[in-house]
């Protein structure tokens, strides 16, 4: 650490340091150390504050992207933030967009603008908004629109509202990188990840604790309607790791497993066509109904304008019902060889504190706390 920390240090120095750092990043990729939680959140949030993000923004942006570190999910986080960065100096995201919300204080539906800024803030925004309607009306959705660049991990939002006691689905539009099978070479639909989570447990609460103890927490899925998300392949990429089988082709149509070819050429939807159709019905729940983007608008998500739907729903209370499906789920998911969200939460049991950052990234992000000077 102390090691790590003088090289810092020479780094912020001068051109000669960046230098050695690039001549040597291959090898400083694959060295890690640990960074404490409200350290990492710290630098992140400065490098943001840095390009004249609003603080709220900023703030909301680096707790999520370290939160993806936490839960083991490294291609959704801080590595994203160079790319956010590079995104907010070239004027595609606007740093110090106000969010805007229609649908009055009792509405069941809200709609949420996020003026062009990071899709953070606004999805916090939403999640709120959808906790307090499904309490009242039993059932609440936000179609957030006009968001910029990436739109992070889902799990946090549902499992936030699940956590409520409620029952939470979201999924947002990507450009379109999935070729539709047996049809197309070229892509056609997003990636479009969706998620969901159930509460084990019946019941509305504004506090996150009520109704989740670590024995009893609650079911959490988010995948992307790929074969593998485009983040992993980017991961794969940079750590010259091969792909799958079945993942991805190249720009020929030819099946690949190397990450750069399939960066060129498109990726296949999960399930083959019947995972096509789901992310058909993301491109009409987050693109059309939100008033946003679709997969062929855009080729850039920094520029494209993305949409999130979000679903929640208060289950009904009855007692007698709600233990025999509480007690017939759990029997479910013990049949199941792991319990979906429970890999996430081992990794954030471990990780509460502190979170293992590559030596390359963290040169990274020193670098990004002064805009200009690469």
Same mark, same amino acid.
């Given at each position: 650490? #102390?090691?790590?920390?003088?090289?810092?240090?020479?780094?912020?120095?001068?051109?000669?340091?960046?230098? =050695?750092? $690039?001549?040597?990043?291959?090898?400083?990729?694959?060295?890690?150390?640990?960074?404490?939680?409200?350290?990492?959140?710290?630098? %992140?949030?400065?490098?943001?504050?840095?390009?004249? /993000?609003?603080?709220?923004? $900023?703030?909301?942006?680096?707790? @999520?992207?370290?939160?993806?570190?936490?839960?083991?999910?490294?291609?959704?986080?801080?590595?994203?933030?160079?790319?956010?960065?590079?995104?907010?100096?070239?004027?595609?995201?606007?740093?110090?967009?106000?969010?805007?919300?229609?649908?009055?204080?009792?509405?069941?539906?809200?709609?949420?603008?996020?003026?062009?800024?990071?899709?953070?803030?606004?999805?916090?925004?939403?999640?709120? %908004?959808?906790?307090?309607?499904?309490?009242?009306?039993? &059932?609440?959705?936000?179609?957030?629109?006009?968001?910029?660049?990436?739109?992070?991990?889902? @799990?946090?939002?549902?499992?936030?509202?699940?956590?409520?006691?409620? /029952?939470?689905?979201?999924?947002?539009?990507?450009?379109?990188?999935?070729?539709? +099978?047996?049809?197309?070479?070229? +892509?056609?639909?997003?990636?479009?990840?969706?998620?969901?989570?159930? +509460?084990?447990?019946?019941?509305?609460?504004?506090?996150?604790?009520?109704?989740?103890?670590?024995?009893?927490?609650?079911? &959490? /899925?988010?995948? %992307?309607?790929?074969?593998?998300?485009?983040?992993?392949?980017?991961?794969?990429?940079?750590?010259?790791?091969?792909?799958?089988?079945?993942?991805?082709?190249?720009?020929?149509?030819?099946?690949?497993?190397?990450?750069?070819?399939?960066?060129?050429?498109?990726?296949?939807?999960?399930?083959?066509?019947?995972?096509?159709?789901?992310?058909?019905?993301?491109?009409?729940? %987050?693109?059309?109904?939100?008033?946003?983007?679709?997969?062929?608008?855009?080729? #850039?998500?920094?520029?494209?304008?993305?949409?999130?739907?979000?679903?929640?729903?208060?289950?009904?209370?009855?007692?007698?019902?709600?233990?025999?499906?509480?007690? =017939?789920?759990? $029997?479910?998911?013990?049949?199941?060889?792991?319990?979906?969200?429970?890999?996430?939460?081992?990794?954030?049991?471990?990780?509460?504190?502190?979170?293992?950052?590559?030596?390359?990234?963290?040169?990274?992000?020193?670098?990004?706390?002064?805009?200009?000077?690469?």
């Amino acid at each position: 650490d #102390d090691d790590v920390g003088l090289l810092a240090k020479k780094t912020e120095g001068g051109s000669f340091w960046r230098a =050695s750092v $690039a001549k040597w990043r291959p090898a400083l990729g694959r060295i890690s150390f640990r960074v404490a939680r409200d350290v990492a959140e710290a630098l %992140a949030t400065a490098a943001l504050l840095s390009r004249d /993000v609003a603080p709220a923004a $900023a703030e909301s942006t680096a707790r @999520a992207l370290v939160a993806a570190d936490i839960d083991g999910k490294g291609g959704h986080g801080l590595r994203r933030l160079p790319e956010i960065c590079a995104a907010l100096d070239r004027g595609d995201v606007n740093g110090s967009a106000t969010l805007s919300q229609n649908g009055g204080e009792m509405g069941s539906v809200v709609e949420v603008d996020g003026g062009g800024g990071l899709a953070f803030p606004a999805r916090d925004a939403a999640m709120e %908004a959808v906790a307090s309607r499904a309490a009242t009306h039993g &059932v609440a959705v936000a179609l957030v629109t006009n968001t910029r660049s990436i739109s992070g991990r889902l @799990a946090p939002v549902c499992e936030a509202l699940a956590r409520r006691g409620l /029952v939470a689905m979201a999924c947002v539009n990507t450009p379109a990188y999935l070729a539709f +099978p047996g049809g197309t070479t070229d +892509p056609v639909l997003g990636t479009n990840p969706i998620a969901f989570a159930a +509460p084990m447990t019946g019941g509305v609460s504004s506090s996150e604790e009520s109704f989740c103890s670590e024995e009893n927490e609650p079911v &959490v /899925v988010d995948m %992307a309607l790929a074969a593998t998300s485009r983040g992993d392949l980017e991961e794969a990429l940079r750590r010259g790791d091969r792909l799958d089988p079945g993942v991805a082709i190249d720009s020929r149509g030819r099946p690949t497993r190397d990450p750069r070819e399939a960066l060129s050429g498109a990726q296949l939807p999960a399930g083959g066509v019947k995972g096509a159709f789901l992310a058909l019905l993301v491109e009409l729940l %987050a693109g059309v109904l939100t008033g946003s983007h679709l997969a062929t608008d855009s080729n #850039d998500y920094h520029t494209m304008n993305r949409g999130l739907f979000l679903l929640a729903i208060k289950p009904p209370r009855r007692r007698q019902r709600e233990e025999k499906t509480t007690s =017939s789920l759990a $029997a479910l998911l013990a049949a199941l060889p792991f319990v979906p969200g429970e890999r996430a939460r081992a990794e954030r049991r471990r990780n509460r504190h502190a979170i293992d950052i590559q030596a390359d990234l963290y040169f990274d992000l020193h670098d990004l706390l002064s805009p200009g000077r690469q």
